[in-house]
């Protein structure tokens, strides 16, 4: 019986004398989420036998353009900015340069990225770039990605030696930070 008190008497100080704070249901008018996408954007390998042609001239320009309709999903017109992450890996005894253009469906630019130059024979080159939707909201309008790589001359007029076995690698991915009030 002692027992049977000893408990009763623990369940009835617990009930009474915790304490709850009014919850406050209006907070959610507050709430901003913040959520993060990540997506691949532009990938490329340029192997030697790429770069040479049949004749064993160089080929010293690379151009791809894609359909790039991750802004038509109406998700993304919460995006507050977008950061692209680069990874280049150069095994070549060459410099490139990357050129990298948003355009509409009527071919306007609606975005340029700054030149990226990538030194020769670079591992693990990292390269970011950050748009902030309000100073660009062209952006938002972009159908299409252009990515030209070039090749630059060599400083003693030497070709890439098509029997190596080397290549160039980029590699990019958007984070996009949306805002959803």
Known sequence: MMKK????LIIYTTI??????????NQIEDLKLKPTFV????????KQTAIINSSGVEINQFKDVSRFDVFS?????????LIVNFEINNQFDRDFTIALTFFDDNATLTYQFPLIS???NVENYKYSH????TDSPQILESK???VTVNLLPSTDGSIIDINEDKS?????SGTFFLKID
């Open 5 to 8: 008190n000893i408990f009763l």
């Open 73 to 81: 999903n109406s998700v993304f017109e919460k995006v507050e900015k």
């Open 39 to 46: 997506s691949a954007l532009a990938n490329t390998t340029l």
């Open 168 to 172: 160039f690698t980029f590699n990019s």
């Open 16 to 25: 009474y004398s915790s304490c709850v704070k009014d919850v406050d249901f």
């Open 130 to 133: 950050e748009i902030i939707i």
């Open 118 to 120: 990538v030194s020769e």
């Open 144 to 146: 299409n990605l252009d």
